[in-house]
């Protein structure tokens, strides 16, 4: 078993930055990807940032030249750093992790972590 948590959450004006941490413990060796999603209320859970199995990053067109995601192996960490935040990246932030076989498959989610951004 895979267990993700996320911290780094808060509360930030416009402009702000952040920067999430997601942490993750158990069967790491089995994980193929891992990345950043969000979900505001009201709205589907929407991928932020991604690294693909082929270990580049992939980003959602809302969030280029403001976020990077990033990671840390020695650490077992994924990090996102948000800057030139909006009131409209205000959301609850998830941390996701993948294990792809060739028969099955496994997807992971953190807690969740509250981004907010005050105009």
């Known amino acids: 078993q895979v267990q993700l948590v996320e911290s780094g959450g808060g509360l930030v004006q416009a402009g702000g930055s952040l920067r999430l941490s997601c942490a993750a413990s158990?069967?790491?060796?089995?994980?193929?990807?891992m990345g950043w999603y969000r979900q505001a209320p009201g709205k589907q859970r929407e991928l932020v940032a991604a690294f693909t199995r082929g270990g580049s990053p992939n980003y959602a067109d809302s969030v280029k030249g403001r976020f990077t995601i990033s990671r840390d192996n020695a650490k077992n960490t994924v990090y996102l750093q948000m800057n030139s935040l909006k009131p409209e990246d205000t959301a609850v932030y998830y941390c996701?992790?993948?294990?792809?076989?060739?028969?099955?498959?496994?997807?992971?989610w953190g807690q969740g972590t509250q981004v907010t951004v005050s105009s």
């Open positions: 158990g069967s790491i060796v089995s994980i193929n990807t």
């Open positions: 996701n992790a993948a294990s792809v076989g060739p028969f099955t498959g496994y997807v992971y």
